[in-house]
């Protein structure tokens, strides 16, 4: 549709541009400059290329971190999207529950993540959370802070907790669309419940789940505050991912350049995958 | 208000839209867009709306080239098939709303909202809100709306599709009655021959993104130019037989022969496609000449005041337009009458070089 | 197999109903015979859809019984009902292909796989859905999808009734023709009762043997088109049926007979003896565009009208006159004279029909 063009229009653009431009485009083209330069403080700084690039994929501490990541965001895109429509499709559509039911599923979405983080910090713990001794009380030995395990199903349940609404809601949405007379007809077909599912929830749901997968793909992705809070990483670095290396990396031990360097194959690493996945689902799309 | 459109073409994502259109709608004429659905029926009247911008081509209001100019600086109103209206305003304020932008007066606006609800006939709703309507009177809010801001160009698309047809045929007919009052154009678009027919005033074909035919509705239904126009512009469509006329025969399909009518001499030899309305064959010969069928009745259709019978003989099938009930069960076989000089003939690529000739009996 | 009785039957939407105006459905008494071709005609509104939604048991009425060969079946689903439905937009399985739709009841029901296979090829080839089989559904065009739900219900044995929920509205003209002759085949072809709701008299007439005309909730009349047409017991049903309506005139009655605007129209006796009986104020003639007798030269019986209006409809062009204050129309064939400022009409008597109290009174004179 080639729409009649207003100029107007681009003026009212302008001060987010710029403030886009300010905010975003500018401090980015500063990562990138320190990306190729060793900075020793701010009078010396020598370019080297793309030296900290090579240096950054081999660290192996980041490779580790970069595994770990990865497996994190899978297993948790793998519960929290089955949970979300489960949730989703239990959630009533009419009535006074439907709002209640809406407002209960949504609180965990609106807790900020350090605040999750120590909630289950304490909700872990051994002598004052309710989870950690009602474990201990069924004999389970659980210790998020001494063992692996433990901490990593920990953060992962943590995670779950904290974002499985997001999907409940946007399906809850993608299912409301769905007008009744494909109820009625899978009824008068003698559709089991399954076959509904399968044949007219789910078709209808593509949309709204390919949307929740890349933002909890890329949201997952980048997590930091809810495990820093809750493990602070450890035990040891078992539950260390991406972000906080990195942030360790830059704070921590000042070393800006390979910092720099980094983030940008961080940000481009989500670009990647997040471009493979949605083209993925428009070329099955196009397929039909 | 005059409105031309010079050698318009919409090409979109590589697809033509509309090709070489070209058109001129007279001042207080009721223009009707008959075609298919996707012939292009929407695609010309946002056009025409300002709503889109051509790929070629120029759009002229009263001498004017307003092609670039976007909808809110021309004077136009539309109205759409699914029922449009600002769902948190009162119907009453709903109509009001285009004459409160152009700041009337209260007492302005409280005439004409009346008016115009009288006409529509939401008087008793003016105080609800459009969503606790029914989907006819939601439409009818919707053209209020649009016919209360006295637009010149009030386009109109597919609007009484989901109404019953009793309303439709009362709106059409107040349509007509108001839109002759007033200088503005109309343009409606439909995929009903009836219903064109109905609203009178002026007829264009739409095919493919083309313009067939455009003209005074009865005599573009009377003289189609070429094969797509007579089936677009007719319900139920037109009989088509292939033939061949030879020196002293004409044959359809290569299985019935007659000898040939005076009525056709005028053709030369060779292949062409006839065409009958359902309507002129009957079940008695009205002339000497009618052609005689033994065909097979396969269906008969029968409403109060008609009968639409579905017969075929081997080669073809056919439908015919009776009145009266005419109960005949499938499978019967009955002897049906062709007046020759109600024919259509259609070259092979579909031009019309012949209609029918004596229509009133004499 | 399928007869469909409603007894007593009446809905409201509302919890404690408090007068006739709460109720979308008025109390009803009705037979749909096993394997009739029915239609429910009405205007938008009439309770048409409610009282489909009833007989296929999408929604339980709140008072009355629907009974199915003798066995009340209120609070049976629809699974439970042995009847299929067709709505308005064509619904089907968008992620399967057209013989996936078709065989989805049987596989549910879990039918062998051959006899899956042969039902489904039946079903298909007289739909002429053959040629599309094996496309993905969402591909085809919006009259094959309705095809499609059609054969749905088509291809399960155990099917004894069809509802169709205004199923062309989403159709192209032209293509309209062809699915009611389909469905008129199927009709013969498969003896089901079949009941098809519409508020266009055209489909309802071709489709149905008989029509029940709905008008506020009710079931005005049931008749066949003809019946409907030549005989229409209400004023409504003279109005709904025929394109355009019935021409309805208020009058009083006069010594001759009745009149209206200082015209007095004539009467035979049996009919003035009628309404000398009748005390309502409420009485209307009417008759149909189709059998006013309309010449261009002055007659003999004739009144004299102005031509106001005349319509070219292609097969037949309407007239619209005035006589006295009122509006007349009359329908003439293509063939016929049109008269161009004054026309002379007649009413034969036989055609004329009187209405007392919007109901139709005295045909038994005629």
Redesign the interface.
Same mark, same amino acid.
């Given at each position: 549709?080639?729409?009649?063009?207003?100029n107007k229009a681009w003026w009212l653009v302008l001060p987010v541009f710029l403030l886009v431009a300010f905010s975003a485009i500018i401090p980015l083209m500063t990562v990138v400059n320190y990306s190729v330069q060793d900075i020793f403080d701010a009078d010396h700084a020598v370019f080297v290329g793309v030296e900290w690039y090579r240096e950054v994929l081999l660290n192996e501490r980041l490779q580790e971190s970069l595994l770990r990541q990865f497996i994190f965001s899978f297993t948790v895109l793998a519960i929290e999207i089955p949970l979300g429509i489960a949730i989703a499709l239990m959630m009533p559509t009419k009535g006074s529950m439907a709002s209640v039911s809406l407002i209960v599923v949504a609180i965990p979405l609106l807790i900020p993540g350090n605040v999750v983080g120590t909630i289950w910090k304490i909700f872990g713990r051994t002598d004052v959370g309710l989870l950690g001794w009602g474990l201990n009380q069924l004999g389970i030995d659980y210790n998020y802070a001494a063992n692996p395990v433990d901490a990593w199903v920990t953060v992962v349940l943590m995670d779950v907790w904290h974002w499985t609404p997001l999907v409940a809601l946007l399906c809850y949405s993608g299912l409301r669309a769905i007008?009744d =007379?494909?109820y009625? *007809?899978a009824?008068?077909?003698? =559709?089991?419940k399954w *076959?509904v599912f399968r044949?007219?929830q789910?078709?209808?749901l593509r949309s709204v789940l390919v949307i929740g997968t890349l933002l909890r793909f890329m949201d997952s992705f980048m997590i930091y505050s809810e495990p820093f809070v809750l493990t602070g990483g450890g035990p040891g670095s078992s539950t260390t991912f991406l972000s906080q290396t990195l942030t360790k990396m830059a704070i921590g031990q000042f070393d800006l350049g390979p910092a720099a360097a980094f983030s940008l194959i961080y940000f481009l690493i989500v670009l990647l995958v997040s471009w493979l996945f949605f083209t993925t689902i428009s070329e099955m799309d196009k397929d039909? | 208000m005059s409105l031309k459109l010079e050698n318009v073409d919409q090409v979109v994502n590589g697809q033509n839209h509309l090709t070489n259109v070209n058109l001129t709608l007279e001042p207080g004429s009721f223009n009707v867009l008959l075609g298919r659905t996707g012939a292009g029926k929407t695609s010309l009247m946002r056009l025409m709306a300002g709503l889109d911008k051509p790929t070629n081509g120029k759009i002229i209001m009263n001498g004017a080239n307003v092609t670039g100019i976007t909808v809110q600086k021309r004077n136009v109103s539309m109205v759409y098939q699914q029922f449009i209206n600002y769902s948190n305003l009162t119907v009453r304020e709903n109509i009001a709303s285009p004459l409160r932008l152009a700041k009337a007066s209260e007492a302005e606006i409280n005439k004409r909202v009346m008016e115009t609800a009288d006409m529509l006939r939401i008087t008793e709703f003016l105080h609800r809100y459009p969503l606790e309507l029914s989907g006819g009177q939601q439409q009818r809010t919707a053209m209020a709306r649009a016919l209360v801001k006295d637009a010149s160009l009030i386009l109109f698309d597919e609007p009484l599709v989901n109404l019953d047809y009793k309303l439709r045929e009362e709106l059409r007919f107040e349509l007509r009655e108001l839109f002759k009052a007033r200088n503005a154009i109309a343009v409606y678009a439909t995929t009903e021959p009836n219903e064109a027919l109905a609203l009178g005033g002026t007829t264009t074909l739409l095919h493919e993104g083309r313009v067939i035919q455009s003209g005074p509705s009865a005599a573009v239904y009377r003289e189609p130019v070429d094969v797509y126009a007579a089936d677009l512009f007719s319900e139920p469509p037109i009989n088509l037989i292939p033939g061949n006329v030879t020196d002293n025969e004409v044959t359809f399909d290569e299985s019935v022969h007659f000898p040939l009518h005076q009525d056709l001499k005028s053709l030369t030899p060779g292949g062409y496609k006839f065409g009958i309305r359902p309507s002129h064959i009957g079940l008695v010969p009205d002339n000497d000449d009618d052609l005689e069928l033994s065909m097979k009745v396969e269906l008969a259709e029968i409403s109060g005041s008609e009968t639409f019978l579905h017969v075929k003989n081997d080669h073809f099938n056919l439908v015919m337009q009776l009145s009266g009930v005419h109960a005949y069960r499938s499978d019967a076989t009955i002897n049906i009458y062709l007046p020759v000089h109600k024919l259509f003939v259609f070259t092979l690529d579909g031009k019309m070089i012949q209609s029918p000739t004596r229509l009133i009996r004499g | 197999m399928a007869e469909i009785q409603l007894k007593s039957l009446a809905h409201s939407y509302e919890k404690s109903p408090t007068g006739a105006h709460d109720y979308a459905l008025r109390e009803m008494n009705h037979v749909w015979d096993q394997g009739g071709a029915y239609a429910l005609l009405g205007p938008s509104g009439c309770g048409k859809s409610t009282l489909l939604n009833i007989i296929s048991g999408l929604l339980t009425p709140s008072e009355g019984e629907v009974l199915f060969d003798g066995v009340v079946v209120n609070h049976l689903p629809p699974q439970q009902r042995n009847i299929a439905q067709v709505f308005q937009f064509p619904v089907i399985y968008d992620s399967m292909t057209v013989f996936d739709n078709l065989a989805f009841p049987l596989r549910n029901m879990k039918i062998a796989e051959a006899k899956v296979m042969s039902k489904v090829h039946e079903i298909a080839e007289i739909l002429e859905l053959h040629s599309v089989l094996n496309k993905k559904a969402k591909n085809l065009s919006a009259d094959e999808k309705q095809k499609v739900s059609m054969g749905r219900g088509l291809v399960r044995d155990d099917v004894s009734a069809i509802l169709f929920d205004e199923p062309l509205t989403v159709i192209d003209p032209q293509l309209k023709w062809k699915l009611r002759r389909k469905l008129k085949q199927i009709h013969e072809q498969f003896n089901l009762t079949m009941i098809y709701v519409t508020h266009d008299q055209l489909e309802a007439s071709t489709f149905a043997e008989k029509i029940a005309v709905m008008y506020g909730g009710q079931i005005v009349q049931f008749g066949t088109p003809r019946e409907l047409f030549e005989n229409p017991n209400h004023t409504f049903v003279g109005y709904f049926i025929g394109s355009p309506g019935m021409n309805l005139l208020e009058v009083q009655t006069t010594a001759n007979g009745v009149s209206f605007d200082g015209i007095e129209i004539e009467l035979s006796d049996a009919r003035k003896a009628m309404l000398a009986k009748v005390p309502s104020k409420n009485i209307k003639i009417g008759i149909r565009p189709e059998f006013v007798h309309v010449w261009d030269k002055p007659s003999e019986n004739g009144y004299e009208c102005e031509v106001q209006h005349v319509e070219d409809l292609g097969t037949y062009k309407i007239l619209t006159m005035k006589l006295g204050q009122q509006i007349i129309k009359a329908r003439l064939d293509e063939d016929h004279a049109v008269p161009q400022q004054k026309a002379y009409i007649s009413f034969p008597e036989q055609w004329l029909k009187i209405y007392v109290d919007e109901y139709l009174i005295g045909e038994e004179l005629v």
């Open positions: 549709m080639s729409k009649v063009e207003n007008p =007379a494909f009625q *007809a009824a008068i077909d003698r =559709a089991s *076959a044949y007219i789910l078709p209808r039909k | - | -």
